[in-house]
């Protein structure tokens, strides 16, 4: 809950000072033996949905990562990766380099979090060619362990423009829900 509130606070009011003051009132309470709410901070619904939506998820900002990580483990079939040394990078599902590039080619609906070991390989395919990857099919060649990678390799031959945004509408939903399940909206 706690980074969820981190998450939504700084895509809608973004630096380091302005959330002191949230986070600082929310620590007495955890001093003091209270439970953590953000009541006083909670985000109007559509301002924040909105704010997600237009925000650019661009791979050099850390929260592309962590929320591509949120995404993959909130699948209760997503099993825990081990050994816990992977190394992750985050995949453009249809790749950056491709023609015609899309427009929204950095929504989080056109990205997941792939080993490095896939990902160098897997690098600027079509999807059908990634597909392959993803699963495992390449001689010699372990599949991903994200889950949501595996699923989108056996229900799709392509993944466009269509598919990124289908896919970035679940993702953001799904924040949302959880936002408002832990009374943060």
């Known amino acids: 809950m706690i980074t969820a509130f981190i998450w939504a606070f700084t895509i809608l009011r973004p630096g380091v000072n302005i959330l002191r003051t949230p986070v600082f009132s929310e620590m007495l309470n955890i001093v003091n033996g209270r439970n953590v709410t953000f009541s006083e901070y909670a985000f109007n619904t559509e301002e ?6 237009n925000y650019s998820f661009t791979n050099n900002r850390p929260i592309t990562r962590s929320m591509l990580a949120w995404y ?5 079939k997503q099993e825990l990766i081990v050994p816990i ?6 995949e453009h599902i249809y790749a950056r380099n491709r023609f015609p590039v899309p427009k929204n080619i950095e ?3 056109n990205k997941s979090l792939l ?3 896939i990902n160098i390989r897997a690098a600027d395919y079509r999807f059908k060619d990634k597909a392959k ?3 495992g099919d390449v001689e010699g060649r372990q599949k991903t362990k994200i889950y949501d990678l ?6 799709h031959d392509d993944f466009d423009e269509k598919d990124i945004a289908r896919r970035n509408e679940k993702i953001i939903e799904e924040f949302m829900s ?5 009374h943060l909206a």
């Open 133 to 135: 990857y993803y699963r």
């Open 85 to 90: 040394e992977t190394i992750f990078e985050t």
């Open 178 to 182: 959880f936002i408002q399940a832990n």
């Open 115 to 117: 080993e490095k070991r």
């Open 107 to 109: 929504a989080l609906g």
């Open 48 to 53: 924040l949905r909105n704010a997600l939506y």
């Open 150 to 155: 595996l699923e989108l390799a056996d229900t």
């Open 72 to 76: 993959a483990f909130n699948n209760e």
